[in-house]
């Protein structure tokens, strides 16, 4: 089993859509988590860290669930622009390294 | 500079040969990391350097993979007697320490392709 497990997706969406991707985790010792945006051909990017009291960036908003292991993005108002592949990665335990998921590919449709 | 900087972006090789593929990372992150991602792939951790720490390299595939970081800045991953499953992009990361509480930066990274 992977450490981070993401759907693959691709969720096609039209623009102004409210899309939610998930992830969960299989080490309860990681501390940390973020969401990485990743254009196509190019290098991810943070795009917001992940906190268990939830935190929200404009249009974005991430939420992680401990007890059950469990990473939320929430994108609103889906723009053309947000089309690219969101990265869940998780942080810590015995490690000292990011742990990144696949993936969930997103295409904003006009 | 401002940004983290690898070269070559590009590199095509013969199957067999060796490849150095080379990371200059924030000035003043202490922290270096090298990932690959294969097509349709996640990012695969490869060796990470810490100070003057001893490196973790739990994620090197095999013994033809090394890495190595001088002076505490610049870093050459090298990878010798290239296989076609070698072919990624080559990924290469820093963060101001081992606590990325702002996440890592990464580098445009080298596109390796084995043929």
């Known amino acids: 089993r992977k450490e981070v497990e993401q759907d693959p997706g691709p969720f096609n969406v039209p623009e102004g859509a409210t899309v939610a991707f998930n992830c969960t985790y299989s080490n309860s010792a990681s501390q940390s988590f973020f969401w990485y945006r990743q254009d196509c051909r190019k290098e991810p990017k943070l795009l917001m860290s992940?906190?268990?009291s939830g935190n929200e960036d404009g249009r974005f908003t991430a939420q992680l669930n401990r007890a059950s292991q469990y990473i939320s993005l929430l994108i609103r108002d889906s723009k053309l622009s947000d089309s690219a592949t969101y990265l869940c990665?998780?942080?810590?335990?015995?490690?000292?390294?990011?742990?990144f998921g696949t993936g969930t590919l997103l295409a904003v449709q006009p | 500079g401002a940004g983290v900087s690898q070269s070559p972006s590009n590199k095509v090789t013969e199957k067999g040969k060796d490849v150095e593929l080379r990371c200059d990372p924030i000035s003043g992150h202490t922290a270096l990391y090298w990932y690959r991602q294969s097509l349709g792939q996640g990012l695969e951790f490869l060796i990470y350097f810490q100070g003057n720490s001893a490196p973790d390299k739990s994620g090197l595939p095999s013994d033809r993979f090394s890495a190595e970081r001088t002076g505490g800045s610049v870093s050459t991953l090298t990878i010798q007697r290239t296989q076609q499953e070698d072919s990624a992009v080559y990924l290469c990361?820093?963060?101001?320490?081992?606590?990325?509480?702002?996440?890592?930066?990464f580098g445009s990274g080298t596109r390796l392709t084995v043929v």
């Open positions: 990361a820093s963060s101001l320490d081992l606590t990325p509480a702002a996440g890592y930066t």
């Open positions: 990665v998780g942080y810590g335990g015995a490690t000292n390294k990011l742990i």
């Open positions: 992940v906190y268990s």
